[in-house]
């Protein structure tokens, strides 16, 4: 199976801040097949990227993917508050697909 | 615009099995182009893809699941099911259905998903 672990756990920022979320695979990602999601309190998860760089229909810009192989970066580039929540990634290029264990990125 | 909903009940006794059924709408179930997907995930835990199924009733799983699981649908109801068999409170978890496609399998939308609790 492949694992994806996802750093930090938590990042506590402020609006208007620049983050930069980790998902690290266990073994290389096929095709780049990497997505990520956010998931705010209450809701389903959001797809936000899909082939490690790629928005989804109508994600903002200032979301941003990027990596290949073992390690991808989802940058927002300037919180707003409707930012704060849960992200996680997801790979697809193995025949078992897994998720990250989250990164929480909360208000300071 | 296509969208998800689960359904079923929010408790099951342990060993009886879960059942729970995704709506679609806005959309067709029958589309050669795309698959439906069931997702858990238990509290303060990470989702797990629990299993898929075509529109021509084609399933398959996670390997880890596979020996409870059965994801069966219904194209002229237009809706896809799961049960899950001899359930534990380890299985306990917000299930939800999603779409994805048959090559490109990220999951987009998502239904609201379904509190479901293992207890006697």
């Known amino acids: 199976e492949l694992v994806l672990t996802q750093s930090p756990g938590t990042l506590s920022l402020s609006p208007g801040d620049r983050v930069t979320l980790s998902c690290r695979a266990s073994q290389r990602v096929s095709s780049n097949y990497l997505a990520w999601y956010q998931q705010r309190p209450g809701q389903p998860p959001r797809l936000l990227i899909y082939?490690?760089?790629v928005r989804a229909t109508g994600i903002p810009d200032r979301f941003s993917g990027s990596g290949s192989g073992t390690d991808f970066t989802l940058t927002i580039s300037r919180l707003e508050p409707e930012d704060f929540a849960v992200y996680y990634c997801?790979?697809?290029?193995?025949?078992?697909?897994?998720f990250g264990q989250g990164t929480k990125v909360e208000i300071k | 615009q296509l969208q998800l909903q689960e359904s079923g009940p929010g408790l099951v006794k342990p060993s009886e099995t879960l059942s729970l059924t995704c709506a679609v709408s806005g959309g067709s179930f029958s589309n050669t182009t795309y698959y439906g997907a069931w997702i858990r995930q238990p509290p303060g835990k990470a989702l797990q893809w629990i299993g898929s199924?075509?529109?021509?009733?084609?399933?398959f799983y996670n390997p880890s699941l596979r020996s409870r699981v059965t994801i069966s649908g219904n194209t002229s109801k237009n809706q896809f099911s799961l049960d899950l068999n001899s359930v534990t409170a380890a299985d306990s978890a917000i299930y939800y259905c999603?779409?994805?496609?048959?090559?490109?399998?990220?999951?987009?939308?998502w239904g609201q998903g379904i509190l479901v609790a293992v207890s006697s």
């Open positions: 082939g490690a760089s």
């Open positions: 999603a779409r994805h496609h048959r090559y490109r399998n990220y999951f987009d939308p």
């Open positions: 997801q790979q697809y290029g193995s025949s078992l697909w897994t």
């Open positions: 199924i075509s529109y021509t009733g084609s399933a």
